[in-house]
């Protein structure tokens, strides 16, 4: 199975599972009388729209490049990330203001039935097994997306544990600002990660590399050419989960135009040889000794 359709097969069930999740929160905190509950499914009903941008994305992925967009269209991974760290956020900040605001505002609550507490149970665990999959499947697949996601599915945990708290401290222990307080710590630790969740496509948006270490791979497989010299203006970037390099090499200006294109071929290969998830390799090459002094973009070896 390819990894477009291992992506759209991990959102649908991503979007079933939510939305199963959802509703039954939903009717739950409706007939047992638990706003907290009512509230966790509100809260789910956002991982139902997260869902829905996982599925459009996934199918937007799977177009073939066109005049338009000539790289394709893997970046839309990187766009469905943001998309979703805008949800988490929103979610975790809605959370806290419930909180602030059920914490200086005194509400009757009537005590909810036994069933708020199994439906949660019931919640958590269907969570845990979403949020196991999802991280699975966008780490194999190398997806931003589906590992967003995943961690989204981890903080509906944490949350809905907090409801259960809430329901068993309301129950049994009659002390639930203990709840609240709980809930407060972890809307904002959730803000925070829906924050490192926005900021980790930022390299992949901006045509960036999250590891440097690649360009060392890069002048290590050239040195390993014969004839090929002085790497540099080297420019990597990410489309999707691969490398998109462009590089320039010198060459003996007196070599035939079949030795150059060979030496340039066995570099391609070399570059391949460490470097597995490639996209395209693009070799400029230049005589000898014609290298620019003012060059101002790309990565040589003597400012790595």
């Known amino acids: 199975m390819d990894r477009v359709k291992v992506i759209m097969l991990a959102s649908w069930v991503s979007l079933a599972g939510n939305t199963v999740l959802a509703a039954t929160k939903i009717v739950a905190g409706i007939v047992s009388g638990s706003l907290a509950v009512l509230g966790d499914g509100i809260d789910s009903s956002v991982d139902v729209l997260i869902s829905l941008v996982s599925v459009i994305a996934a199918r ?11 790289y394709g269209y893997e970046k839309v991974d990187s766009i469905a990330s943001k998309v979703i760290s805008f949800f988490i956020f929103f979610a975790a900040a809605q959370l806290g203001f419930s909180t602030i605001k059920r914490l200086f505002i005194q509400q009757q609550v009537a005590t909810p039935s036994m069933l708020a507490i199994y439906v949660t149970l019931f919640s958590i665990m269907g969570k845990i097994g979403l949020s196991i999959y999802q991280y699975a499947v966008g780490k194999k697949a190398q997806s931003l997306m589906l590992i967003a996601n995943a961690k989204n599915m981890k ?10 708290i809430s ?7 009659h002390f639930p600002l203990a709840d609240s307080i709980a809930a407060l710590f ?20 901006m045509d960036g590399v999250d590891d440097p270490a690649i360009y060392n ?20 970037r990410m489309i999707g989960r691969l490398y998109s390099i462009v590089i320039d090499i010198e060459v003996d200006a007196n ?50």
Request: glycine share 4%; with cysteine.
């Open 60 to 70: 937007i992925i799977s177009k073939p490049p066109d005049k338009k967009y000539a």
């Open 155 to 164: 903080y509906d945990v944490m949350i809905s544990s907090t409801v259960l």
């Open 167 to 173: 329901l068993f401290t309301g129950k049994y222990l």
């Open 186 to 205: 972890i809307s904002i630790w959730i803000m925070r990660a829906a924050f490192e969740i926005f900021m980790e496509s930022n390299t992949d948006l």
């Open 217 to 236: 791979k890069i002048f290590e497989a050239v040195d390993e050419v014969q004839g090929a010299s002085n790497p540099h203006k080297v420019r990597t």
């Open 255 to 304: 070599m035939s135009l079949h030795r150059a294109h060979e030496i340039s071929h066995q570099v391609e290969m070399a570059i391949r040889r460490k470097i597995p998830n490639i996209f395209d390799i693009v070799i400029h090459l230049d005589p000898l000794g014609t290298q620019e002094k003012d060059e101002c973009f790309g990565v040589n070896k003597n400012n790595l």
